[in-house]
């Protein structure tokens, strides 16, 4: 599956409405904020259909999986979103995570704890925002990484006031500084830190690498004292981004750079010069397959190493070919960069 995917869910005094632009989706919030009650919605309309008390207006179709049959029930899913409710254990499993990672499905899961197992975007992490037609009722707030959400109802489809319940994203881009590091953190041991390494080099920083996105946090909790900056992957960085963040916010000393991956700070750097890939990076929900890339960040490294094929900037993800340490290409990679101040 591909592409942008609107849902309307509703009964005649609550309604959820939001789009889904990724495999993963992740909705966070607090107990009694609403999330099972979208859950629920979805799951009645699943049994009974447009005969029953919820109207459900989507180009997929949408269904709950859950309990011990879930593999049995996944298998008889297709091009459609799934929708799974917090306490269900299975999704933190590396078995569900091998289960979806070739099914052409998107999946809204509710959870309020991060999934290692699940490579999904700090922007793909949401609350839901509930405003009333006649009156609201009181809005969460949380903070978590790209598609988490959190809702506030009352009743079991809502109260006699009408509400209208949206995702807001949780990880906004706050950052509106400069920002100047003493030091970078990159997630990757690979062409990323490569890159970044060589340019610390020529501007007399340290960079080190963390060599994988789960020791980004042991080790800024480690390195307390020194003034970092933590550059990785957003399109793959959720699942750490909870409690890496937490640590952003009561530190002044650190600082997050989340592009979707190194690849794509590359395409979007215009060295290229290629038409087809400025107008995917215009809206890449339309061009990245689901069933065949389970995060944005792998769909970006593929399409870098196809683009860059035969040319000077031939690319591979181990080993940095030095032609974009050159200063022209470097500059164009760094000027991507607007918030950081590396001189």
């Given amino acids: 599956m591909k592409g942008i995917h609107k849902v309307v869910v509703g009964t005649k005094y609550l309604k959820y409405e939001f789009e889904l632009r990724r495999n993963l989706t992740i909705i966070r919030g607090d107990s009694a904020t609403g999330k099972t009650t979208l859950v629920d919605m979805i799951r009645t309309h699943m049994n009974d259909g447009e005969s029953g008390p919820v109207t459900l207006n989507c180009d997929k179709g ?3 999986v859950e309990g011990n049959l879930w593999k049995g029930q996944l298998d008889n899913i297709q091009d459609s979103i799934v929708f799974i409710d917090e306490g269900n254990e299975f999704v933190k499993t590396k078995d569900f995570a091998r289960a979806i990672q070739q099914t052409d499905n998107y999946y809204v899961i509710v959870t309020r704890e991060g999934l290692p197992a699940l490579p999904y975007s700090v922007e793909e992490v949401y609350g839901i925002r509930t405003s009333g037609k006649y009156g609201s009722l009181k809005q969460s707030y949380h903070y978590s990484v790209e598609e988490v959400y959190g809702i506030r109802t009352s009743g079991k489809y809502g109260s006699l006031k009408q509400s209208y319940h949206s995702f807001y994203r949780i ?9 100047k590091p003493e030091k970078i953190l990159t997630e990757d041991s690979n062409s990323g ?18 060599n994988g996105k789960s020791n980004v946090f042991s080790y800024l909790k480690v390195h307390k004292d020194e003034k970092i900056l933590v550059i990785a992957d957003g399109a793959a960085f959720g699942p750490e981004m909870d409690r890496v963040l937490q640590l952003v916010q009561t530190r002044k000393n650190l600082a997050l750079y989340l592009p979707e991956s190194f690849e794509w700070l590359i395409l979007s750097s215009g060295i290229l010069k ?5 107008q995917i990076l215009q809206t890449p929900s339309g061009y990245i397959d689901s069933k065949e890339y389970f ?8 399409l870098l190493i196809e683009k860059a094929a035969g040319t000077y900037l031939n690319y591979t993800k181990k080993t940095l070919n030095e032609a ?3 200063d022209g290409v470097k500059n164009a990679i760094l000027e991507q960069m607007q918030k950081i101040e590396l001189k």
């Fill in 62 to 64: 949408c269904y709950v």
């Fill in 171 to 179: 990880y906004p881009d706050s950052t509106t500084e400069k920002i």
């Fill in 193 to 210: 830190y490569q890159f970044f390494d060589a340019v610390c080099t020529e501007h007399q920083m340290q960079c080190d690498t963390a």
């Fill in 274 to 278: 290629d038409a087809e890939t400025t």
């Fill in 295 to 302: 995060s944005w960040e792998r769909y970006f490294t593929a």
């Fill in 324 to 326: 974009y340490l050159k």
